[in-house]
Nanobody, 125 residues
Framework: QVRLAESGGGLAQTGGSLRLSCAVS????????VAWFRQASGIGYEFVGV????????FYIDSVEGRFTISRDNAKNTVYLQMNSLLPADTAVYYC??????????????????WGQGTQVTVSA
């Protein structure tokens, strides 16, 4: 059973930075595509970005492109979401999610089989 655990959330000021981690266990890490989603209070899940299994270039939504960076450390079975130039609009609970990698960029929550518990990110004005 694949398990994901996020960490690294917290409070940041506008323009600040945070790095989230998603530790993956129980599966073949290199075969998993790992995505980040976020859910602001009262709003549905928003796809943030994804990195495919193995060597690949991450994909981001327009609103975070250039500010957020997804990377994976295969030695640590961990995916990171580095968030820079944070905005109040980035305030949300952030989730990592995984599925078997197949080279496709998929944005829908229902297509991801494994989820972490979420970590709160709050950006003050």
């Amino acid at each position: 059973q694949v398990r994901l655990a996020e960490s690294g959330g917290g409070l940041a000021q506008t323009g600040g930075s945070l790095r989230l981690s998603c530790a993956v266990s129980g599966g073949t890490f290199s075969s998993l595509a790992v995505a980040w989603f976020r859910q602001a209070s009262g709003i549905g899940y928003e796809f943030v970005g994804v990195v495919d299994g193995g060597p690949s270039t991450p994909f981001y939504i327009d609103s975070v492109e250039g500010r957020f960076t997804i990377s994976r450390d295969n030695a640590k079975n961990t995916v990171y979401l580095q968030m820079n130039s944070l905005l109040p609009a980035d305030t949300a609970v952030y989730y990592c999610a995984a599925r078997i990698a197949d080279g496709r960029i998929l944005r829908w929550t229902t297509l991801y089989d494994y989820w972490g518990q979420g970590t709160q990110v709050t950006v003050s004005a």
